[in-house]
């Protein structure tokens, strides 16, 4: 059974900067992408950065370029996201998603992955 599990949200005044970590286990196969994803009160979940194993490649959301950086550490089968100068915005619960697309330009679909955290909150006050 494939678990993962975030850390790393809280509370930060703006300008600050916050590092999400994703656990994953259980999954045997080949990842193709993982991703976040978040949620703001009263709006729908949107992409806001997704990493392509097997090239590298990183997609961010256009509100989160430059300040936000998508990263994983293989060996602990660990995906981060580093949120530097955050914004009141930014506030939202964060997921992690694992088992994305292959390739290509759904990278903010979040029907397009199979396996998602239980979210961590990340509040961003003035």
């Known amino acids: 059974q494939v678990h993962l599990v975030e850390s790393g949200g809280g509370s930060v005044q703006a300008g600050g900067s916050l590092r999400l970590s994703c656990v994953i286990s259980g999954f045997s196969g080949t990842m193709y992408s993982m991703g976040w994803f978040r949620q703001a009160p009263g709006k729908e979940r949107e992409g806001v950065a997704t990493?392509?194993?097997?090239?590298?490649?990183?997609y961010y959301a256009d509100s989160v370029k430059g300040r936000f950086t998508i990263s994983r550490d293989a060996a602990k089968n660990t995906l981060y996201l580093q949120m530097n100068s955050l914004k009141q915005e930014d506030t939202a619960i964060y997921y992690c998603?694992?088992?994305?697309?292959?390739?290509?330009?759904?990278?903010?679909?979040?029907?397009?992955?199979?396996?998602w955290g239980q979210g961590t909150q990340v509040t961003v006050s003035p």
């Open positions: 990493l392509y194993l097997l090239g590298g490649s990183t």
């Open positions: 998603a694992a088992d994305g697309p292959t390739y290509g330009s759904k990278w903010d679909y979040d029907d397009e992955f199979t396996y």
